[in-house]
């Protein structure tokens, strides 16, 4: 089936303690993309990944890590989380960046105390 | 900055009345503009797109249209059902820093009463 997988679904840690939310396509996807949900923001965009070892920032990458050293896994790194990241965070995948559908990942909740 | 805005934040309609939500854009380049739903506590999913070539596509009881000159595209829901009841993001391609990209509106909550 093909799908976007991303782990934890929910989490609560504390500030400072490093924290990585995996996503994984198994769609052979070129294009992979975070995003942060919070109420009346709507998706907003963390970084993006056109290619394998091809990253670039959203509108919101501070605070944020991401690396794409395989096509199908884009892991989302926050160094040292503070509670204005409590967030809904959604990974998505495309063929290609501007002419496909996106699949969206059924969402982490993370909450920072 | 912001370069999809998107209309009405909130709407409110009648079972069985129609319901119109629109999408404006700025790069002219622009040539494929999907809009998604996204039911409550459950991920964004597409429910149709339109390319650059054609002015409207339809699927049952919603439509898409696309005005270039404009920049501009709306999605349209005939006969709406309380489960249309959901939040809408468009989209639209946007020249991003290093690369081109797309970009959500900032989404309309649209309530289909009873």
């Known amino acids: 089936e093909a799908q976007v997988t991303q782990n934890p679904r929910y989490l609560i840690t504390v500030t400072g303690k490093k924290l990585t939310v995996t996503c994984s396509q198994n769609m052979n996807h070129e294009y992979m993309s975070w995003y942060r949900q919070d109420p009346g923001l709507g998706l907003r965009q963390i970084y993006y990944?056109?290619?394998?070892?091809?990253?670039d920032k959203g509108d919101v990458p501070e605070g944020y890590k991401v690396s794409r050293k395989e096509k199908r896994n884009f892991p989302l790194i926050l160094e040292s989380p503070s509670p204005n990241q409590t967030s809904l965070y959604f990974c998505?995948?495309?063929?290609?960046?501007?002419?496909?559908?996106?699949?969206f990942g059924e969402g982490s909740r993370l909450t920072v105390l | 900055g912001e370069n999809v805005e998107q209309h009405p934040s909130t709407l409110s309609v009648q079972e069985g009345d129609s319901a119109v939500i629109k999408c404006t854009y700025s790069d002219s380049a622009s040539n494929y503009f999907p809009w998604y739903k996204q039911e409550l506590g459950k991920r964004p999913q597409l429910i149709i797109d339109i390319r650059s070539n054609v002015g409207e596509k339809k699927d049952q009881r919603i439509a898409v249209t696309l005005n270039k000159t404009a920049k501009h595209f709306s999605l349209h829901i005939t006969e709406t059902q309380p489960e249309d009841s959901a939040v809408y993001f468009c989209?639209?391609?946007?020249?991003?820093?290093?690369?081109?990209?797309?970009?959500f509106g900032a989404g309309t909550r649209l309530t289909v009463k009873p």
């Open positions: 990944s056109m290619n394998v070892e091809v990253t």
């Open positions: 998505a995948s495309s063929l290609t960046a501007l002419t496909g559908e996106l699949f």
């Open positions: 989209a639209a391609p946007w020249e991003g820093y290093n690369n081109n990209d797309m970009r």
